[in-house]
């Protein structure tokens, strides 16, 4: 299923609003690895209808190169999601990967919207399975059964955190979503985080965070945005195309990293199939079998990343 952008990098995921041919023009020219445009919470209701036709456009006019490309559509408590569905999905042709799913509450939404994406695919010429599907969780039922949720279909590529929507879900006091808060002595999001992220894991999916509002403060996105880094997450929202390299930056292994990483490979190689041993000293440290995988994690990261190994002396 959805063969081509099921593990493509999504370091960076920029958001563009669908009613601006404008700023989906800039869409190719930037540097995020996974682009949506949004008919969703960017679009004013007014222009959702007329917004679907300018998103087809855009998808057929402009060269998207290697970007895994999406369409995020309206929500299932909406008038417009099934006709999202038929006239994006119907006109858009083959390079369209994915449609982004906004506030999922329950497998059955995931498996509806893959039905439809069926009917539509061989009404249209399309390979069954073709189209992909991101689910957001952003509600208090969402997170509730992200767990059903993220094994609903052969679709899913990636499962998103919406901290805004979520915020305001759980009726948090605050007014930008998916800033830290200082009042809170901790991370006020670090179960939401592991809970979707182990989720996702479990079913082979990517795992990515939403958005970081403050557009215009990079160095806090940089620092932000290193928590689900850190936690093992894939990629993060970028709002603006200025957030697209440091994300792409936080979210790509450092060389250090990556060379020892392959490191750790060589000498875990060595100890297992030369000298017959299934740990060895490392450095100071004892590597064994999940040393290999973990190391490997890094080197298939640095290498969607387009790192290559540092030439040894
Ligand atoms: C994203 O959609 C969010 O609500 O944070
Ligand atoms: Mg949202």
Redesign the pocket.
């Known amino acids: 299923m959805s063969l081509r952008s099921r593990n493509l990098p999504r370091r960076s995921c920029l958001a563009i609003p669908g009613s601006s041919e404008k700023m989906m023009g800039k869409g190719p020219g930037t540097n995020a690895d996974m682009v949506f445009l949004d008919l ?2 960017a679009v004013a209701p007014k222009e959702k209808e007329a917004s679907r036709a300018r998103i087809v456009s855009a998808i057929r006019g402009h060269d998207w190169g290697n970007k895994v490309l999406c369409v995020r559509i309206n929500d299932w408590s909406t008038k417009w999601t099934a006709y999202d569905i038929l006239e994006v999905v119907g006109n858009a042709g083959d390079r369209l990967d994915e449609i982004m799913l ?1 506030k999922v509450e329950n497998a059955a939404q995931v498996v509806a919207a893959d039905l439809l994406l069926r009917q539509v695919e061989i009404a249209n010429g399309l390979p069954v399975g073709h189209i992909g599907i991101e689910a ?1 969780i ?1 509600t208090a039922r969402g997170l509730i059964n992200v767990e059903e949720i993220c094994e609903a279909s052969p679709r899913l590529e990636t499962i998103i ?6 915020s305001a879900s759980m009726e948090m006091p605050v007014l930008t ?2 800033v830290q808060i200082p009042d809170y002595p901790g991370d006020h999001f670090h179960y939401v985080f592991s809970k979707i992220l182990m989720a996702g894991r479990a079913n082979g999916l990517q795992v990515i965070d ?2 970081f509002l403050h557009v215009r403060d990079n160095d806090a996105l940089r620092e932000y945005a290193k928590r689900t880094r850190t936690l093992g997450y894939d990629g993060k ?1 970028a709002l603006h195309p200025d957030q697209v390299d440091v994300l792409n930056d936080v979210f790509s292994p450092t060389q250090e990293q990556f060379d020892k990483a392959w490191q750790i490979l060589d000498a875990y190689n060595q100890a297992t199939e030369t000298d017959g041993k299934g740990a060895v000293m490392f450095g100071l440290e004892m590597i064994d079998e999940a040393s290999r995988k973990m190391a490997l994690k890094f080197i298939t990261r640095g290498e969607l990343a387009g790192r290559t190994r540092t030439p040894q002396a």
């Open positions: 969703e919470d906004p957001q952003e955190f919406g901290p805004a929507d979520f979503g998916g939403g958005p929202w």
